[in-house]
T-cell receptor, first 109, second 118 residues
């Protein structure tokens, strides 16, 4: 399975954009990139996913580089409720998600 | 989005007893459900994949006789921790898959069950 690498922690000022990077240098052509987040003691929450094109929804934007070896999740206006652990996952052709260590994002007032 | 529930949200049991955790997809049919375990300050670890009407597929290192999984309907999967011991204390999370196309899908997670074995 393709593995992902994320910084262990990041801080972001409230109201500013939070940009969370993810490296997935061994990704294959048919593998999707998913982002989830987990607020303390809760189940992970789906944020967004993409294959090669940039994607945007009501929660975030996903920017995937042209070579697909890395991506960035953008929370355009971070709030205190966005404090969570963010997981970048590459899904292979099967069903399973294998979680990496994620990035702990702290939004600072 | 689709909703997945778990019951109970927390449970305390004595060492040697068995505990059953339920996972339900509330507003969609889930042909595949997944069970994860998460220890404090660690990431989620996939335990098994459960397909409706068939035996679960366990990840390497997960004891299938200890963690019994049943997926008897399209909306319900259960995880039974048999002969629980303190080292089984953990946060157990289920997820369910909903198709949104041929190649892409979203996986929705339950709120988790906190198991404490005394």
């Amino acid at each position: 399975d393709a593995k992902t690498t994320q910084p262990p922690s990041m801080d972001c000022a409230e109201g500013r954009a939070a940009n969370l990077p993810c490296n997935h240098s061994t990704i294959s052509g048919n593998e999707y990139v998913y982002w989830y987040r987990q607020i303390h003691s809760q189940g992970p929450q789906y944020i967004i996913h993409g294959l090669k094109n940039n994607e945007t929804n009501e929660m975030a934007s996903l920017i995937i580089t042209e070579d697909r070896k890395s991506s960035t999740l953008i929370l355009p206006h971070a709030t205190l409720r966005d404090t969570a652990v963010y997981y970048c996952i590459v899904r292979v052709g099967g069903n399973q998600f294998y979680f990496g260590t994620g990035t702990s994002l702290t939004v600072i007032p | 989005g689709a909703v997945v529930s778990q019951h109970p949200s927390w449970v305390i049991c004595k060492s040697g007893t068995s505990v059953k955790i339920e996972c339900r997809s509330l507003d969609f049919q889930a042909t595949t459900m997944f069970w994860y375990r998460q220890f404090p300050k660690q990431s989620l670890m996939l335990m098994a994949t459960s397909n409706e009407g068939s035996k679960a597929t366990y990840e390497q290192g997960v004891e299938k006789d200890k963690f019994l999984i049943n997926h008897a309907s399209l909306t319900l999967s259960t995880l039974t921790v048999t002969s629980a011991h303190p080292e089984d204390s953990s946060f157990y999370i289920c997820s369910a898959r909903e198709w949104s196309g041929l190649l892409t899908y979203e996986q929705y997670f339950g709120p988790g069950t906190r198991l404490t074995v005394t």
